[in-house]
């Protein structure tokens, strides 16, 4: 008898353990942290090695995992070349049914914050000659028709 409430009283503690979220504004600053290391080319690595962790820290501050502490995010304000409040831009909240905060997120928000978004504009901008960038603006308007022409014979 005993043996079987410990097993019942087992069970519904497992049943009731709520895996844990990251926090929206950790998961928002670990992706400007992101965007921000992808614009100056920087791997997981290399900004971990500059602040003394490890790539999978670096990895899980940029997911919203660990939460970064005041003195890490200056330095890496400080490595990234960026203000402390970069981090908070496009912050915004909506109190959903439930109580928490939720983001909206524009499309092409995303799709420039994504890490193509953030190589394409990287090396861009790294196109000094103003034909070529007129070129290549084509390039990927052309590109981007025939992928919606594609999409639309389905």
């Known amino acids: 008898m005993r043996l079987e409430m410990s097993n019942s009283m087992s069970n ?74 970069f981090f908070y831009e496009g912050l915004k909240e909506k109190a959903n049914a439930a109580g928490f905060a939720e983001q909206s997120q524009d499309p092409f928000v995303s799709a420039a914050s994504s890490t193509e978004g953030l190589k394409l504009n990287r090396y861009f901008i ?8 007129h070129k290549v603006l084509e390039l990927v308007k052309t590109l981007a028709k025939a992928s919606q022409s594609a999409t639309e014979k389905k």
Do not use: C
């Open 12 to 85: 519904e503690s497992n049943e009731k353990m709520i895996t844990k979220q990251p926090h929206h504004v950790d998961v928002h600053v670990g992706g400007r942290v992101k965007q921000r290391r992808l614009l100056r080319g920087l791997s997981q690595e290399q900004l971990g090695t500059s602040l003394g962790l490890t790539f999978q820290q670096v990895q899980k501050y940029e997911k919203g995992t660990n939460r970064i502490s005041s003195s890490r995010l200056w330095e890496i304000a400080t490595i990234l070349g960026v203000p402390i409040s």
């Open 126 to 133: 790294q196109i000094t000659d103003a034909q070529v960038r």
